[in-house]
């Protein structure tokens, strides 16, 4: 009788790699057929029940190998041909090239809402810049009102003293008060030098309430201020 190596594992409670181990050291008689090994076992070192448990065994095995032979093969699956390859490959591609098509028109979209949300975030900036700008406009505008209105307090002052110097006795203005031109005719100085404290009294005649201006003309009061400052040369 003759046990594969399962058998032989299963039926005498040994490991396949103690069996190995025997057939390596040839403790045990084997032959090979078809490349599977078989171990021989003789009659005699056999039990009565187990010697018909391998034949009941064997026999049910041989049973399910005819059943297995006579069960007809499926019909055999369809030669893959290269034509049926370079077709799957070409659905493939078109499916692919969809999906590339899909995720453009996403990114497109992305895109355009994401410009859409700057254009409205700078329109926004500008609105409140806008209105920043407005509001530093009408402060200036009022600082520029305020400036105006102190300045005409300031010039209509000016013309008061200027109106109360008018008011002097012909004599003393005779004698205190002389026009800027006639006063530097009596100075012994040059054309340029009288031009330069012109133009001094000029730049600071808004400035100066030492200045006097009637009738387009500037006038000096020596009895009230000292103008040695504008008369150096």
Do not use: C, W
């Amino acid at each position: 009788m003759r046990l594969t190596l399962d058998e032989y594992s299963k039926h005498f409670k040994m490991s396949k790699e103690m069996i190995n181990s025997k057939l390596r050291t040839k403790k045990l008689n084997y032959i090979i057929e078809d490349g599977i090994t078989y171990i021989i076992v003789t009659r005699s070192s056999l039990e009565n029940d187990k010697r018909s448990e391998i034949h009941k065994q064997q026999k049910e095995k041989k049973e399910k190998m005819q059943t297995k032979l006579e069960t007809p093969k499926p019909p055999s699956k369809q030669k893959t041909t290269v034509a049926m390859v370079l077709s799957l490959y070409q659905r493939e591609n078109q499916q692919l090239k969809e999906k590339i098509v899909q995720l453009e028109t996403k990114i497109d979209k992305l895109i355009d809402d994401k410009e859409q949300m700057l254009r409205d975030e700078m329109s926004k900036i500008e609105q409140v810049y806008s209105a920043k700008d407005e509001q530093l406009k009408n402060i200036l505008e009022l600082i520029n009102t305020k400036l105006t209105a102190e300045q005409n307090q300031l010039n209509t002052i000016h013309e008061v003293e200027t109106l109360q110097v008018k008011e002097v006795p012909p004599s003393e203005t005779k004698q205190e008060i002389i026009e800027l031109k006639e006063y530097l005719k009596t100075l012994d100085l040059k054309s340029y030098q009288k031009k330069i404290i012109k133009k001094r009294f000029l730049a600071v005649y808004d400035k100066d309430v030492r200045v006097l201006k009637q009738n387009g003309k500037i006038y000096l009061d020596f009895s009230k201020y000292d103008y040695s400052d504008l008369l150096e040369y």
